[in-house]
Structures are given as C-alpha cells and as structure tokens.
C-alpha cells in the first residue's frame, strides 16, 4: 500500500523546509522550539505507553481539521489501541501534534489543549460518566481511581498521593519525561 502525498507540504511547515517539495522531518519541526532532543535521551527503552494515547492525539487532529498535516510527518503510523508502544515515540508525535494544532512556536499550547482532550474522552465515555456520578463526592478517591487507571496504561514513572489533610492532598511525580 502507497500513500500519496500532497504535491506541495501544507502552508504551516512551509516556512520550515528549504524546498517547498520536502515535508520536513519531525524532530526538525520541533526541536527548535523546545528541549525534545534533550528528553528523549533521557527516556529509558523500557518506557510504554498504550497505544490509545497516540489514537487520541490523531482523532483530535482529524477533529481540529489538521490531521494532512500531521500524516505528513508521519504517513506510516498504525497504532492498536490496547498495545504497549516505545514513550519517546509518543513523546516525539505528541510534541509535532501540538505544533500542528497551533504552531511550531506555540507547541507547548497545542499539547495543553491535546491532552485536555484525553480527560474529556474518558469523562464522555460510560466508564468515565459511572466513575465520575459514584466518586464525584469525593475528590480523593475519584484521585485513586485515576492512578489506578494510569498503572494499566503507561508503563514507567510512578505517581503517588500525599495527603495534607481531608480535603488537601499533593500529587507526586516520579520518572515523568
């Protein structure tokens, strides 16, 4: 199976590559705007994320119009949804989403705005509707269940609760990239 690619890379990235026929690589696009390189070295082999994360980032992308874009950094991705993939190929795509959501200069912005939508995915669905009506009472255990759930879907980092009294705790984050 071929992909075709436009005849000519969409207007955003145009200003980032010397020949207006040459779509640019993805580190290209963002690196100069922040430290992805830097972070990437950091992140250990062992680092997985599902592969629901990388579905979300192109559906909101598809939804936002931009997804060309995004296809053209890169036309090969196919990620199963349940499947434990590599972080930093999550952390690469996640940072080239948000500057194609709002601009390489504006990247860190278009990430905000692309994660909040994880949060509102699972708030919609069935599971995130029965979670939020039984534990919306209690902000410390709707807290729990969170952590519970990210320990089914990344595997690295460790995130913790401290509580500072019945209604203040403080999340602690370890080995987050």
Request: some cysteine; hydrophobic content about 40%; aromatic content about 8%.
């Amino acid at each position: 199976q071929t992909c075709a690619l436009p005849i000519s890379p969409p207007r955003s990235l145009l200003s980032l590559v010397s020949s207006p026929m040459r779509t640019p690589e993805p580190l290209d696009l963002v690196a100069p705007h922040c430290d992805i390189k830097e972070r990437l070295q950091l992140v250990p082999p062992a680092a997985r994320i599902r592969g629901l994360y990388f579905r979300s980032l192109v559906s909101s992308l598809k939804q936002a119009g931009k997804l060309s874009e995004y296809k053209a950094l890169f036309p090969d991705d196919d990620w199963s949804a349940m499947e434990l993939y590599p972080l930093s190929a999550y952390l690469l795509r996640l940072a080239c989403a948000g500057a194609v959501f709002a601009s390489p200069e504006q990247m860190h912005s278009g990430m905000h705005d692309l994660l909040r939508a994880n949060a509102t995915a699972f708030a919609d669905s069935l599971l995130g509707k029965t979670m939020l009506r039984l534990l919306s009472r209690d902000p410390v255990r709707l807290t729990e269940q969170a952590l519970a759930a990210r320990r089914l879907t990344h595997v690295y980092g460790q995130w913790e609760i401290a509580r500072h009294g019945p209604r203040c705790i403080e999340m602690i984050y370890h080995e987050e990239y």
